[in-house]
Protein backbone atom coordinates (compact mmCIF):
# COMPACT_ATOMS: atom_id res chain seq x y z
CA UNK A 1 0.00 0.00 0.00
CA UNK A 2 1.22 3.35 -1.33
CA UNK A 3 0.90 5.97 2.21
CA UNK A 4 2.68 8.87 0.49
CA UNK A 5 -0.94 10.83 0.33
CA UNK A 6 -1.63 9.60 3.60
CA UNK A 7 -1.58 11.63 6.81
CA UNK A 8 0.18 10.36 10.02
CA UNK A 9 -1.96 8.31 12.57
CA UNK A 10 -1.93 10.70 16.08
CA UNK A 11 -0.94 7.88 18.35
CA UNK A 12 -3.68 8.04 21.10
CA UNK A 13 -3.39 6.96 24.73
CA UNK A 14 -6.32 3.60 23.22
CA UNK A 15 -3.67 3.13 20.44
CA UNK A 16 -0.25 2.87 22.10
CA UNK A 17 -1.67 0.65 24.74
CA UNK A 18 -3.89 -1.44 22.13
CA UNK A 19 -1.01 -1.84 19.20
CA UNK A 20 1.03 -5.04 19.62
CA UNK A 21 4.51 -4.97 18.79
CA UNK A 22 4.77 -5.90 14.92
CA UNK A 23 1.38 -4.28 14.14
CA UNK A 24 1.30 -1.18 12.43
CA UNK A 25 -1.67 1.23 12.14
CA UNK A 26 -3.16 0.76 7.99
CA UNK A 27 -6.00 2.95 7.61
CA UNK A 28 -7.59 5.23 10.21
CA UNK A 29 -11.85 5.33 9.95
CA UNK A 30 -12.62 8.90 9.94
CA UNK A 31 -16.34 10.55 10.48
CA UNK A 32 -17.27 12.24 7.04
CA UNK A 33 -17.20 16.31 7.37
CA UNK A 34 -21.22 16.28 7.03
CA UNK A 35 -21.36 14.76 10.01
CA UNK A 36 -19.72 17.77 12.11
CA UNK A 37 -21.79 20.16 9.68
CA UNK A 38 -25.19 18.07 10.59
CA UNK A 39 -24.39 19.12 14.69
CA UNK A 40 -23.63 22.25 13.55
CA UNK A 41 -26.88 22.99 11.52
CA UNK A 42 -28.70 20.83 14.72
CA UNK A 43 -27.52 23.35 17.14
CA UNK A 44 -27.85 26.66 15.10
CA UNK A 45 -31.75 25.39 14.15
CA UNK A 46 -32.57 25.21 18.29
CA UNK A 47 -30.64 28.19 18.83
CA UNK A 48 -32.74 30.06 15.64
CA UNK A 49 -36.39 28.49 16.97
CA UNK A 50 -35.73 29.71 20.32
CA UNK A 51 -34.74 33.17 19.13
CA UNK A 52 -37.84 32.79 16.63
CA UNK A 53 -39.86 32.15 19.42
CA UNK A 54 -38.94 35.00 21.49
CA UNK A 55 -39.69 37.12 18.74
CA UNK A 56 -42.71 36.06 18.01
CA UNK A 57 -43.88 36.71 21.47
CA UNK A 58 -42.17 40.18 21.45
CA UNK A 59 -43.83 41.29 18.84
CA UNK A 60 -47.03 39.56 19.20
CA UNK A 61 -47.43 38.29 22.65
CA UNK A 62 -48.36 41.59 24.85
CA UNK A 63 -51.32 42.81 26.60
CA UNK A 64 -54.13 43.75 24.73
CA UNK A 65 -53.39 47.44 24.24
CA UNK A 66 -49.82 47.09 24.18
CA UNK A 67 -47.33 46.84 21.85
CA UNK A 68 -45.82 43.41 22.51
CA UNK A 69 -44.50 41.59 25.28
CA UNK A 70 -41.58 42.15 27.23
CA UNK A 71 -39.55 39.81 29.65
CA UNK A 72 -41.32 41.47 32.72
CA UNK A 73 -44.65 40.80 31.01
CA UNK A 74 -43.69 37.63 29.08
CA UNK A 75 -41.04 35.44 30.29
CA UNK A 76 -41.09 33.29 27.64
CA UNK A 77 -39.14 36.44 26.01
CA UNK A 78 -36.40 35.54 28.13
CA UNK A 79 -36.22 31.52 28.25
CA UNK A 80 -37.32 31.02 24.97
CA UNK A 81 -33.72 31.71 23.74
CA UNK A 82 -32.15 30.13 26.84
CA UNK A 83 -34.21 26.91 25.98
CA UNK A 84 -33.22 27.36 22.31
CA UNK A 85 -29.25 27.53 23.51
CA UNK A 86 -29.53 24.78 26.69
CA UNK A 87 -30.93 22.41 23.99
CA UNK A 88 -29.10 23.27 20.75
CA UNK A 89 -25.89 23.74 22.94
CA UNK A 90 -26.80 19.95 24.36
CA UNK A 91 -27.30 18.88 20.70
CA UNK A 92 -24.19 19.47 19.32
CA UNK A 93 -21.74 18.26 22.42
CA UNK A 94 -23.47 15.00 22.20
CA UNK A 95 -23.02 14.26 18.61
CA UNK A 96 -19.17 16.03 18.82
CA UNK A 97 -18.67 13.75 21.74
CA UNK A 98 -19.20 10.63 19.80
CA UNK A 99 -17.05 12.10 17.12
CA UNK A 100 -14.20 13.06 19.75
CA UNK A 101 -13.99 9.69 21.56
CA UNK A 102 -14.60 7.24 18.84
CA UNK A 103 -11.21 5.74 17.41
CA UNK A 104 -11.54 3.25 14.69
CA UNK A 105 -8.55 1.36 12.82
CA UNK A 106 -7.58 -1.81 10.68
CA UNK A 107 -4.42 -2.48 11.32
CA UNK A 108 -2.17 -4.83 9.67
CA UNK A 109 -3.55 -8.47 11.69
CA UNK A 110 -6.76 -6.55 13.61
CA UNK A 111 -9.56 -4.29 13.30
CA UNK A 112 -9.51 -1.71 16.43
CA UNK A 113 -12.79 0.26 17.54
CA UNK A 114 -13.03 2.41 21.21
CA UNK A 115 -15.97 4.80 21.86
CA UNK A 116 -17.47 6.31 24.92
CA UNK A 117 -16.39 8.55 27.64
CA UNK A 118 -17.78 7.09 30.76
CA UNK A 119 -19.02 3.71 29.43
CA UNK A 120 -16.29 2.90 26.92
CA UNK A 121 -17.12 0.45 23.83
CA UNK A 122 -14.21 -1.33 22.76
CA UNK A 123 -13.77 -4.04 19.65
CA UNK A 124 -10.35 -5.60 19.23
CA UNK A 125 -10.89 -8.29 16.20
CA UNK A 126 -8.47 -10.52 14.48
CA UNK A 127 -9.33 -10.14 10.91
CA UNK A 128 -10.04 -13.76 10.31
CA UNK A 129 -12.91 -13.18 12.97
CA UNK A 130 -14.57 -10.62 10.23
CA UNK A 131 -17.09 -12.78 8.12
CA UNK A 132 -18.15 -9.86 6.01
CA UNK A 133 -19.42 -6.42 5.70
CA UNK A 134 -22.34 -4.54 4.98
CA UNK A 135 -22.71 -1.05 3.83
CA UNK A 136 -25.87 1.25 4.02
CA UNK A 137 -25.54 4.68 2.29
CA UNK A 138 -28.30 7.38 1.98
CA UNK A 139 -28.63 9.35 -1.98
CA UNK A 140 -26.82 11.57 -0.89
CA UNK A 141 -24.36 8.99 1.37
CA UNK A 142 -23.07 7.91 -1.85
CA UNK A 143 -22.78 11.15 -3.87
CA UNK A 144 -20.37 12.23 -1.12
CA UNK A 145 -18.64 8.96 -0.52
CA UNK A 146 -19.80 8.69 3.32
CA UNK A 147 -21.74 6.35 5.17
CA UNK A 148 -22.57 3.27 7.68
CA UNK A 149 -20.39 0.00 7.69
CA UNK A 150 -21.89 -3.07 9.17
CA UNK A 151 -19.52 -5.55 10.26
CA UNK A 152 -20.92 -9.39 10.88
CA UNK A 153 -18.14 -11.69 12.90
CA UNK A 154 -18.21 -14.93 13.35
CA UNK A 155 -17.52 -14.24 17.28
CA UNK A 156 -19.61 -12.08 18.89
CA UNK A 157 -23.10 -13.03 20.40
CA UNK A 158 -24.64 -10.35 18.49
CA UNK A 159 -23.04 -11.11 15.31
CA UNK A 160 -22.13 -7.52 14.17
CA UNK A 161 -20.64 -4.33 15.15
CA UNK A 162 -22.05 -0.95 13.38
CA UNK A 163 -20.14 1.38 12.76
CA UNK A 164 -20.91 5.77 12.99
CA UNK A 165 -21.02 6.88 9.11
CA UNK A 166 -17.25 7.27 8.03
CA UNK A 167 -15.91 8.34 5.02
CA UNK A 168 -15.29 6.38 2.31
CA UNK A 169 -16.97 3.37 3.46
CA UNK A 170 -16.26 1.27 0.43
CA UNK A 171 -12.58 1.53 0.61
CA UNK A 172 -12.64 0.86 4.24
CA UNK A 173 -14.44 -2.24 3.47
CA UNK A 174 -12.55 -3.47 0.55
CA UNK A 175 -8.60 -2.52 2.98
CA UNK A 176 -10.97 -4.95 5.42
CA UNK A 177 -11.71 -7.68 2.45
CA UNK A 178 -7.60 -7.39 1.98
CA UNK A 179 -6.17 -7.73 5.33
CA UNK A 180 -8.43 -10.99 5.83
CA UNK A 181 -6.58 -12.40 2.46
CA UNK A 182 -3.35 -11.70 4.42
CA UNK A 183 -4.57 -12.92 7.75
CA UNK A 184 -5.07 -16.66 6.85
Known amino acids: MDNHDEKPVRRSRFLNQTLLNDEEVVRKGEFHWTYTLGA ?5 VWIGAGF ?21 SNPGV ?9 VGGGAFV ?10 IY ?11 VFSILVYKLNMREINYCN ?9 MNYGQLYMFTHTLDDNNIYLPPIADPHGFSTEI ?5 TAY
Open 135 to 143: ITQSLVGNL
Open 106 to 116: LTNKRFLYKSG
Open 40 to 44: WMQAL
Open 52 to 72: GVAFMLGKFGGSPGQAGATPQ
Open 78 to 86: FFAPLLGIL
Open 94 to 103: VKMTKKWTTE
Open 177 to 181: ENLKK
